[in-house]
Protein backbone atom coordinates (compact mmCIF):
# COMPACT_ATOMS: atom_id res chain seq x y z
CA UNK A 1 0.00 0.00 0.00
CA UNK A 2 1.76 3.19 -1.06
CA UNK A 3 1.66 6.42 1.10
CA UNK A 4 0.48 8.24 -1.61
CA UNK A 5 -2.91 7.23 -2.91
CA UNK A 6 -4.22 7.41 -6.52
CA UNK A 7 -6.83 6.46 -8.10
CA UNK A 8 -5.60 2.94 -10.80
CA UNK A 9 -7.53 3.85 -13.27
CA UNK A 10 -8.98 6.80 -15.15
CA UNK A 11 -10.22 7.23 -18.75
CA UNK A 12 -11.51 9.99 -21.25
CA UNK A 13 -12.04 10.58 -24.83
CA UNK A 14 -10.23 12.01 -27.36
CA UNK A 15 -10.03 16.06 -26.51
CA UNK A 16 -11.55 15.74 -23.06
CA UNK A 17 -10.11 17.02 -19.83
CA UNK A 18 -9.27 14.25 -17.20
CA UNK A 19 -7.67 15.22 -13.89
CA UNK A 20 -5.60 12.16 -11.49
CA UNK A 21 -5.85 12.71 -7.84
CA UNK A 22 -3.04 12.41 -5.57
CA UNK A 23 -3.75 12.01 -1.46
CA UNK A 24 -1.30 12.32 1.45
CA UNK A 25 -0.85 13.18 4.84
CA UNK A 26 0.32 15.89 6.82
CA UNK A 27 4.26 14.35 6.96
CA UNK A 28 4.42 15.05 3.04
CA UNK A 29 2.04 16.73 0.27
CA UNK A 30 0.29 18.46 3.48
CA UNK A 31 4.02 19.56 4.56
CA UNK A 32 5.95 21.46 2.99
CA UNK A 33 7.12 19.42 0.56
CA UNK A 34 6.35 19.50 -3.42
CA UNK A 35 4.62 17.18 -5.65
CA UNK A 36 6.06 16.07 -8.97
CA UNK A 37 4.42 14.04 -11.71
CA UNK A 38 5.74 11.14 -14.09
CA UNK A 39 4.65 9.45 -16.99
CA UNK A 40 5.30 6.17 -18.11
CA UNK A 41 5.07 4.90 -21.50
CA UNK A 42 4.74 1.23 -21.91
CA UNK A 43 8.16 -0.51 -21.24
CA UNK A 44 9.92 2.66 -21.50
CA UNK A 45 11.56 4.24 -18.36
CA UNK A 46 9.13 7.15 -16.62
CA UNK A 47 9.20 10.90 -17.80
CA UNK A 48 9.42 14.10 -15.28
CA UNK A 49 5.89 15.63 -16.36
CA UNK A 50 5.16 18.22 -13.38
CA UNK A 51 7.80 19.19 -10.85
CA UNK A 52 7.39 21.69 -7.99
CA UNK A 53 3.65 20.89 -8.14
CA UNK A 54 3.12 23.08 -11.49
CA UNK A 55 6.31 23.40 -13.40
CA UNK A 56 6.92 21.99 -16.56
CA UNK A 57 9.79 20.54 -17.66
CA UNK A 58 10.95 22.19 -21.04
CA UNK A 59 9.48 20.00 -24.22
CA UNK A 60 6.32 18.71 -21.93
CA UNK A 61 3.01 20.44 -23.78
CA UNK A 62 0.65 22.64 -21.86
CA UNK A 63 -2.33 20.47 -21.88
CA UNK A 64 -0.31 19.37 -18.87
CA UNK A 65 -0.82 20.78 -15.68
CA UNK A 66 -0.80 20.19 -11.99
CA UNK A 67 -1.78 22.08 -8.82
CA UNK A 68 -1.63 21.31 -5.11
CA UNK A 69 -3.66 22.17 -2.09
CA UNK A 70 -3.88 20.77 1.43
CA UNK A 71 -2.72 17.22 1.47
CA UNK A 72 -4.24 16.49 -2.33
CA UNK A 73 -2.58 17.36 -5.55
CA UNK A 74 -3.73 16.48 -9.13
CA UNK A 75 -2.80 16.50 -12.14
CA UNK A 76 -4.80 17.69 -15.43
CA UNK A 77 -4.37 16.40 -19.09
CA UNK A 78 -6.59 18.76 -20.97
CA UNK A 79 -7.00 17.78 -25.03
CA UNK A 80 -6.59 14.39 -24.74
CA UNK A 81 -4.39 12.76 -27.12
CA UNK A 82 -3.81 9.09 -27.95
CA UNK A 83 -0.78 9.28 -26.93
CA UNK A 84 -1.45 10.24 -24.00
CA UNK A 85 -2.20 6.96 -23.09
CA UNK A 86 0.10 5.66 -20.30
CA UNK A 87 0.58 5.07 -16.62
CA UNK A 88 1.29 8.24 -14.14
CA UNK A 89 2.87 8.46 -10.92
CA UNK A 90 2.88 11.47 -8.29
CA UNK A 91 5.66 11.67 -6.19
CA UNK A 92 6.80 13.89 -2.60
CA UNK A 93 8.95 13.55 0.19
CA UNK A 94 7.79 12.25 3.41
CA UNK A 95 9.51 13.58 6.67
CA UNK A 96 8.06 10.65 8.74
CA UNK A 97 10.22 8.07 6.53
CA UNK A 98 12.70 10.38 5.68
CA UNK A 99 12.40 9.91 1.90
CA UNK A 100 10.96 10.23 -1.16
CA UNK A 101 7.63 8.24 -1.79
CA UNK A 102 5.56 7.40 -5.01
CA UNK A 103 1.77 6.90 -5.20
CA UNK A 104 0.63 3.89 -6.71
CA UNK A 105 -0.22 5.11 -10.51
CA UNK A 106 -2.77 5.50 -12.11
CA UNK A 107 -3.51 4.47 -16.07
CA UNK A 108 -5.02 6.71 -18.23
CA UNK A 109 -7.13 5.11 -21.01
CA UNK A 110 -7.83 7.00 -23.91
CA UNK A 111 -11.18 6.14 -25.09
CA UNK B 1 23.65 14.04 -24.75
CA UNK B 2 22.57 13.55 -20.89
CA UNK B 3 22.83 10.01 -20.27
CA UNK B 4 22.38 7.46 -17.74
CA UNK B 5 23.22 3.77 -18.49
CA UNK B 6 22.34 1.20 -15.68
CA UNK B 7 24.48 -2.09 -15.65
CA UNK B 8 24.90 -5.28 -13.62
CA UNK B 9 21.22 -7.05 -13.60
CA UNK B 10 20.47 -10.67 -13.23
CA UNK B 11 19.23 -13.41 -11.83
CA UNK B 12 20.37 -14.54 -8.46
CA UNK B 13 19.19 -16.76 -5.82
CA UNK B 14 17.50 -16.21 -2.41
CA UNK B 15 20.15 -14.82 -0.19
CA UNK B 16 22.61 -13.85 -2.71
CA UNK B 17 24.02 -10.62 -3.98
CA UNK B 18 24.88 -8.02 -7.12
CA UNK B 19 25.90 -5.25 -7.55
CA UNK B 20 24.42 -2.74 -10.18
CA UNK B 21 25.88 0.25 -11.97
CA UNK B 22 25.10 3.60 -13.34
CA UNK B 23 26.99 5.32 -15.74
CA UNK B 24 26.49 8.66 -16.08
CA UNK B 25 27.27 11.14 -18.66
CA UNK B 26 26.65 14.61 -20.45
CA UNK B 27 26.61 16.54 -16.89
CA UNK B 28 28.69 17.11 -13.91
CA UNK B 29 27.96 14.33 -11.98
CA UNK B 30 29.43 15.69 -8.73
CA UNK B 31 26.92 18.14 -8.42
CA UNK B 32 23.83 16.25 -8.18
CA UNK B 33 22.12 13.65 -6.11
CA UNK B 34 21.44 10.72 -7.14
CA UNK B 35 18.12 8.02 -6.72
CA UNK B 36 17.61 4.36 -7.15
CA UNK B 37 14.06 3.36 -8.13
CA UNK B 38 12.39 -0.09 -8.38
CA UNK B 39 9.67 -1.42 -10.31
CA UNK B 40 8.52 -4.98 -9.62
CA UNK B 41 6.68 -6.70 -12.52
CA UNK B 42 3.20 -5.05 -13.29
CA UNK B 43 3.30 -2.73 -10.30
CA UNK B 44 4.30 0.68 -9.52
CA UNK B 45 7.65 2.62 -8.51
CA UNK B 46 8.79 2.42 -5.37
CA UNK B 47 11.82 4.57 -4.26
CA UNK B 48 14.69 2.91 -2.62
CA UNK B 49 17.52 5.32 -1.70
CA UNK B 50 19.07 8.57 -2.37
CA UNK B 51 22.71 10.01 -1.96
CA UNK B 52 24.58 12.91 -2.13
CA UNK B 53 26.52 14.85 -4.56
CA UNK B 54 29.92 14.23 -2.08
CA UNK B 55 28.35 10.72 -0.88
CA UNK B 56 28.39 11.61 2.44
CA UNK B 57 24.51 11.43 2.99
CA UNK B 58 22.15 8.26 2.00
CA UNK B 59 18.84 7.23 2.64
CA UNK B 60 16.79 4.52 2.00
CA UNK B 61 13.52 2.82 2.20
CA UNK B 62 12.72 0.61 5.21
CA UNK B 63 12.10 -2.53 3.04
CA UNK B 64 16.17 -2.20 1.93
CA UNK B 65 17.39 -0.79 4.83
CA UNK B 66 20.52 -3.05 6.42
CA UNK B 67 20.51 -4.60 2.58
CA UNK B 68 21.24 -2.44 0.37
CA UNK B 69 24.10 0.33 0.03
CA UNK B 70 24.01 3.19 -2.30
CA UNK B 71 27.60 4.45 -3.15
CA UNK B 72 29.31 6.55 -5.66
CA UNK B 73 32.54 7.19 -7.53
CA UNK B 74 32.47 10.65 -8.56
CA UNK B 75 36.03 10.09 -10.68
CA UNK B 76 34.65 7.47 -12.46
CA UNK B 77 31.38 9.09 -12.60
CA UNK B 78 29.48 5.95 -11.62
CA UNK B 79 26.71 5.64 -9.06
CA UNK B 80 26.49 1.94 -7.46
CA UNK B 81 23.47 -0.17 -5.96
CA UNK B 82 24.89 -2.98 -3.66
CA UNK B 83 22.25 -5.26 -2.81
CA UNK B 84 22.31 -7.94 -0.64
CA UNK B 85 20.36 -10.83 1.14
CA UNK B 86 18.06 -10.91 -1.94
CA UNK B 87 14.34 -11.98 -1.96
CA UNK B 88 11.79 -13.05 -3.92
CA UNK B 89 10.41 -9.45 -3.61
CA UNK B 90 13.40 -7.63 -4.68
CA UNK B 91 12.62 -8.92 -8.48
CA UNK B 92 12.38 -5.49 -9.86
CA UNK B 93 13.43 -3.24 -12.94
CA UNK B 94 16.13 -1.18 -10.87
CA UNK B 95 16.61 2.44 -12.19
CA UNK B 96 19.28 5.03 -11.33
CA UNK B 97 17.73 9.07 -11.88
CA UNK B 98 19.04 12.40 -11.47
CA UNK B 99 17.35 14.76 -8.87
CA UNK B 100 16.91 18.19 -10.37
CA UNK B 101 19.36 21.22 -9.26
CA UNK B 102 16.35 22.95 -8.01
CA UNK B 103 12.67 22.30 -7.53
CA UNK B 104 13.21 19.43 -4.71
CA UNK B 105 13.52 15.89 -5.23
CA UNK B 106 11.71 15.71 -8.74
CA UNK B 107 14.08 13.18 -11.31
CA UNK B 108 14.25 14.22 -14.45
CA UNK B 109 16.83 12.36 -15.80
CA UNK B 110 16.05 8.62 -15.81
CA UNK B 111 18.32 5.42 -17.25
CA UNK B 112 16.61 2.55 -19.01
CA UNK B 113 16.33 0.16 -16.06
CA UNK B 114 18.42 -2.96 -14.67
CA UNK B 115 16.14 -6.30 -14.32
CA UNK B 116 16.96 -7.94 -11.09
CA UNK B 117 15.35 -11.37 -10.90
CA UNK B 118 15.38 -13.11 -7.70
CA UNK B 119 14.51 -17.28 -7.92
CA UNK B 120 16.03 -20.53 -7.32
Known amino acids: QSVLTQPPSVSGAPGQRVTISCTGSSSNIGSIYDVHWYQQLPGTAPKLLIY???NRPSGVPDRFSGSKSGTSASLAITGLQAEDEADYYCQSYDSSLSGSVFGGGTKLTVL | EVQLVESGGGLVQPGGSLRLSCAAS????????MHWVRQAPGKGLVWVSRISGGGSSTNYADSVKGRFTISRDNAKNTLYLQISSLRGEDTAVYYCARERSTGGDALDIWGQGAMVSVSS
Open chain 1, 52 to 54: GNN
Open chain 2, 26 to 33: GFTFTNYY
